[in-house]
């Protein structure tokens, strides 16, 4: 009796250590922060991935159908996984542009900016980082064009250069004061 209890117990432990060695596999072969975090086991997640497992189980039900029945437990009771959003609120949401700034008037309360905030991280790779570094880009383009780069302002094939803004103004100030 006792021999097949110890018998037991190593096959349980064998049986954990090929999941975990597949979880970790597939965990390197997850393409995207979404990916990663709908494969990590719930116990190695953040609030946040908590969070947007609860989202993305009402947006991609059909991903969480092979869930362990601990797990499913686990994320029931877990306040953390608790979503108040239906499937249309959440696609509402997603339809809004990524810059919180120009999604505002459409985020009716602070849940839906964080919300709106979560689901950009995560399902289309765009965190805070992504817009501090767009921020930064932006501002060195028109620093460059500020110093005189090239002696032209603009982008693409359309140029200005200082000499024909001057003649644009003085243009414009005749034009002004005929009408």
Do not use: W
């Not at 494969?39 to 609860?54: D, N, P, T, Y």
């Not at 767009?134 to 250069?161: L, N």
């Amino acid at each position: 009796m006792f021999v097949a209890q110890v018998r037991a117990v190593k096959v349980e432990e064998q049986r954990r250590e090929e999941e975990e060695e597949s979880r970790k596999t597939s965990l390197s072969g997850a393409r995207t922060l979404a990916d990663t975090v709908r494969l990590k086991e719930s116990e190695h997640r953040s609030a946040e991935e908590k969070q947007f497992v609860g989202l993305d189980l009402v947006l991609n039900p059909e991903l969480y159908e092979d869930l362990p029945s601990r797990v499913a437990e686990e994320m029931q009771f877990d306040p953390n996984y608790q979503c108040d959003y239906t499937k249309e609120d959440l696609d509402r949401l997603l339809k809004l542009p990524e810059q919180v700034n120009l999604a505002l008037p459409f985020l009716y309360s602070a849940k839906d900016v964080e919300v709106h905030r979560v689901l950009n991280k995560y399902l289309r790779q765009m965190d805070e980082e992504f817009f501090l570094m767009k921020d930064f880009k932006s501002d060195v383009a028109v620093e460059g064009a500020e110093e005189g780069a090239d002696d032209a302002i603009g982008d693409g094939e359309v140029r200005v250069s200082p000499k024909d803004l001057e003649k644009a103004e003085a243009i414009h100030e005749i034009l002004i004061k005929v009408t």
